[in-house]
Structures are given as C-alpha cells and as structure tokens.
C-alpha cells in the first residue's frame, strides 16, 4: 500500500490517520494549512492526506511538517512588499528542512500567491513569484530536470503560502509532448522561467502515486481559445490525458484519465462553475473534484486544473 495517499471529505474532526488536512475557505481546528480560497459547490470539503505509518511533527524556521518515515507534508507561508525575496526564503527554508528531516526529494509543490496578476513594481507578482523561486532552487543545487511538480495561482490575502509534499526517495519528473517544459519558456513570459515539472511520479514498495502540475489551455508555450471557458477546458483535459499517458509510461505503466482519482479545478470567474463542474464530472467520473475560484498565472488563462494519479 501507499505511505500516503489523498481523500476529500466533508468537514469533521480531522481522522486519526492524517498526515496533513489542508482547508480552503472554511477553517478546519487543527489544519496543516488554510488556504484563502472561496470553494464552489453545495457543500464545502478538506484535502485530507491519510498516513499507514506512525505521524510525527516538527516546526524547522517558518516551515511546518509532518512525517511518516517515507513522505513528509510540510506548509509555509508569510507576508511582506517584496513577492520574490519573500518567495525564495520560504523555498530556501523548504528544501533546507526538508533534507535536514530526510525527505530531500520535492515531489509536489502548491503555491498561493495574494493579487497574482496585480503589478509590484513595474512587474506583475507571479513572475516576481517565479524569480524567487527559481533563484531559490538553483542556488540550493536543482538541476531544471528536478523542479518538482507544481501549481501556483491567486488567494484573497497578501502574500505567499505554500504546501508541499516530499519523500526520501527520489522521484520522476516528466514533460508534456504537446507543451514546451515551463523552464524553456521564452523571455516574454518574465525574468525567470516557472521553475516546475509538468508531472512528478512518486513509487513505494511497487505502487505508484502520480502528481499532476496545474494544467492549463497552453500548447508548446501559448494560450489557445483566448475568452472561451469551455474550449480552454476541452485544451486543457487533451494536455491532461497526455500528460498523465506520459507519466505512466515513463515508469513502465498504463494510465488514462480514469486513473485520476482526486481533481481540484480554479476558476477565475465563479459564473462558469455551472458549465464546468458539469463538463468535468461528466469527463472524469471516477474522479473525486474539488472547484476552487481562483485567479491563475496568466490573465489570459480561465481554468486551471490539476490532478493526482494512482496506479
């Protein structure tokens, strides 16, 4: 069996067995991590990640975690003017605490930043967000090859929370044929390229947990279906099917989008939830789903949606 694995459930005491509880919107007594994120849908859930193995917890600096002895979950988060410095000292703090526990391998990393399209000086937050972090991750020794899956879109408060997942063992990062890897992005898209992998495989004792980055309407490095929610959604599942494909296939597997079992979905405009929500259920009905409104990265991009695979 997997040393962790995800659920969403509906609000309650947090269960015995949870490495970590990550709440949006709602506050949760007892949370890893509570994001500022209003959720759509009747009834509001928690991303619960569920341990087989004995849980400790530690605090190192600003960073907060929990382990089991084969995957840690960890969370930080702070405030300040300046998005890129503010941002590499909390990466800097991440990879330091995580090797000093063990767990030096990021398999997947959420990023959360306040006013994400809004200018900070005379650049736009996310790409001072992108500086940081990439300025944080090669000065610790990450080759490109090793940027860890990821996402990062808006909250509705100031500054920068991040949650994490990392394991002992190193893990596989894997690139989407149909997109150009974001750290070959060109320099239009700001200083420093997105510093992430399109997917990481992770692999204990035989079974295989696949991270799915934030995936997105975006084909070799350019936004497809400006202004039009569904087909960016229809972009949006063909780089999901293919990227999961691909993940699989990178470690001797078979996977297709059935194999999806936990999707969380941001919406920058909460109309569309209808339509959408709609689309997806009917698209990956073996999926669990979560509707999050939410600003992304690009200003152009409507639907952002990101997955975790387990074989």
């Known amino acids: 069996m997997l040393p962790v694995w995800p659920e969403l459930v509906s609000p309650g005491a947090p ?7 990550v709440g949006f919107d709602v506050p949760l007594s007892g949370a ?13 859930l928690f991303e ?3 341990s087989l193995l004995p849980v400790t917890r530690a605090r190192c600096g600003e960073v907060s975690f929990s382990s089991n002895g084969a995957a840690l979950f960890g969370t930080a988060a702070a405030q300040g003017s300046d998005t890129a410095s503010v941002t590499a000292r909390l990466y800097d703090q991440i990879v330091q605490a995580t090797r000093k526990a063990g767990y030096p391998h990021l398999l997947r990393v959420w990023n959360h930043v306040g006013a994400i399209n809004e200018c900070e000086g005379d650049l736009e937050r996310y790409r001072q967000f992108s500086v940081g972090r ?15 899956a990821a996402s990062a879109v808006g909250m509705s408060t100031q500054g920068v929370a991040i949650y994490f997942m990392a394991s002992r063992v190193r893990a ?13 992005y ?5 200083l420093r390229s997105p510093s992430f992998s399109r997917a990481t495989v992770a692999q204990w004792d035989g079974e295989t947990m696949i991270f799915i980055s934030g995936t997105s309407s975006v084909v070799g490095h350019e936004t497809r279906h400006v202004g039009d929610v569904e087909a960016q959604l229809g972009e949006t599942l063909c780089n999901l099917e293919k ?37 997806l259920l009917a698209s990956l009905p073996g999926a669990q789903h979560m509707f999050l409104e939410s600003d992304i990265c690009r200003r152009d991009l409507l639907v952002e949606v990101e997955g975790i695979v387990r074989i």
């Not at 269960?15 to 509880?21: F, I, Q, T």
């Not at 999961?244 to 939830?273: H, P, Q």
């Open 186 to 190: 060109p320099p239009l898209y700001g």
């Open 134 to 148: 990439h300025e944080a991750l090669t000065r610790l020794g990450y080759a490109r090859e090793q940027f860890p």
């Open 172 to 184: 596989v990062q894997v690139e989407n044929p149909r997109q150009v890897a974001a750290y070959e």
């Open 32 to 44: 890893a991590v509570a994001i500022p994120i209003r959720q759509l849908g009747a009834a509001p």
């Open 48 to 50: 619960v990640w569920r």
């Open 243 to 279: 990227i999961v494909c691909e993940a699989a296939a990178r470690v001797g597997l078979r996977a297709t989008l059935d194999d999806l079992r936990i999707v969380k979905t941001y919406m920058r405009r909460a109309a569309d939830y209808d339509r959408l929500s709609s689309l």
């Open 15 to 21: 269960p015995d067995d949870a490495l970590a509880v």
